[in-house]
């Protein structure tokens, strides 16, 4: 991805070099200009990462100790830390198995009255069922934060991930479908309130120099990394398309094979396949022996929130949270890049069969 964009990319940064401008300048500005009209919101502010992103969002809409925030059991750990940051208690709800992502049915057995927020994550590039979630949460008067971290271009029912919440935060770390030569983030709203004050909490509390309104954080989006990334997001549908022909690929190398549990992809979703992840028993046989023939695959992720040592102190145990248990133990991402061929993911489907069989 990068060797295609590196003459555009290069001069961007070449550019960006001679302004002698680093922090929140021009190219951010015209970043943040660029990826609002992509997500289809009125604001995007460009941050330092996505946990920050989330932590940033949750802090402005006033989500703070004592109160309870709705997340995926199954996520990313950094949905839970930014919840636990701003001072709240991350609340788990279990996953829908065939699509790894937050069940709406199981969100009403999860309500307290300390519950504020819900932060759907749209897992591996597939949104989440968000007509449900949203009407679930006008009713109950809870606020919504998108985790899009690995959904950038997404949509349910037609409209994009990122766009549903009160404000939604994203990553670009470098391996993300969007993706910066470092950390990067941001959050995307349409409120003009709430944008201002995460304006106001990524540069010290200060919208004027040396006048500081809110005891603020560093995170900035730099403008070397805005500049790279505003020549990405030019390729960024092309690469989604890619992608979906991939996953298409996947799907169709790997039909019916015993034992082997394909992403199901839910009626209204558009999925950006951030990973293909599929789901074996003999997970950690079928890594090695994919290894061994050299076809490298990762794991998203081994081990749920709930049971890291970070999270000891909520003391849930193993076992309470037997869905994202058991699609930890047996989740498996295979290779996808914009740039793969079909002959490349025709031939990690045979090394599969051999394995598993057919
Ligand atoms: C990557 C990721 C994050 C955090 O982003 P960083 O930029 O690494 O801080 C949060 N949530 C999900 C689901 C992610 O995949």
């Not at 330092?48 to 199954?74: F, K, M, Q, W, Y």
Request: charged share 15%; with cysteine; aromatic share 8%.
């Amino acid at each position: 991805m990068h060797a295609a964009v590196r003459e555009e990319a290069l001069a961007a940064m070449s550019r960006t070099y001679d302004t002698q401008w680093y922090i929140l300048g021009e190219e951010l500005t015209l970043f943040e200009q660029a990826y609002s009209k992509f997500n289809q919101v009125a604001h995007t502010i460009g941050v330092g990462n996505g946990l920050d992103a989330l932590t940033l969002a949750l802090r402005a809409l006033g989500i703070g100790p004592g109160d309870e925030v709705l997340v995926p059991s199954n996520t990313y750990i950094a949905t839970w830390l930014a919840v636990s940051h701003v001072g709240a208690t991350p609340v788990p709800v279990e996953p829908d198995p065939a699509t790894s992502n937050i069940d709406p049915s199981r969100l009403a057995a999860a309500l307290s009255p300390r519950t504020r927020a819900i932060v759907p994550v749209h897992l591996y590039g597939q949104p989440c069922r968000m007509t449900e979630i949203m009407a679930f949460a006008a009713q109950h008067s809870l606020l919504v934060v998108e985790d899009n971290a690995q959904a950038q271009g997404a949509t349910f029912d037609g409209q994009l991930t990122g766009s549903f919440g009160h404000a939604n935060a994203t990553s670009f770390y470098p391996t993300k479908n969007l993706g910066a030569l470092g950390d990067a983030g941001a959050v995307t709203t349409s409120n003009s309130d709430l944008a201002d004050r995460i304006r106001l909490l990524r540069n010290y509390g200060s919208a004027q120099k040396n006048l500081h309104e809110l005891p603020g954080y560093n995170s900035r989006l730099d403008e070397l990394q805005a500049a790279f990334l505003r020549v990405k997001l030019r390729h960024l549908a092309n690469w989604t398309r890619q992608r979906r022909q991939l996953a298409a690929w996947y799907s169709k190398h790997l039909a019916d094979i015993a034992d082997l549990r394909l992403p199901t992809v839910v009626a209204g979703a558009e999925p950006v396949w951030h990973l293909y992840v599929v789901h074996t028993p003999h997970r950690e046989a079928l890594r090695q022996h994919l290894a061994t023939v050299g076809i490298e695959t990762l794991v998203h992720y081994p081990i749920p929130p709930h049971l890291q040592p970070a999270y000891k102190v909520l003391g849930i145990p193993a076992g309470t949270l037997p869905l994202a248990e058991e699609l930890a133990a047996t989740c498996l991402s295979l290779p996808l890049w914009p740039g793969m061929t079909e002959e490349q993911v025709a031939d990690v489907a045979i090394a599969i069969i051999s394995f598993l069989g057919k």
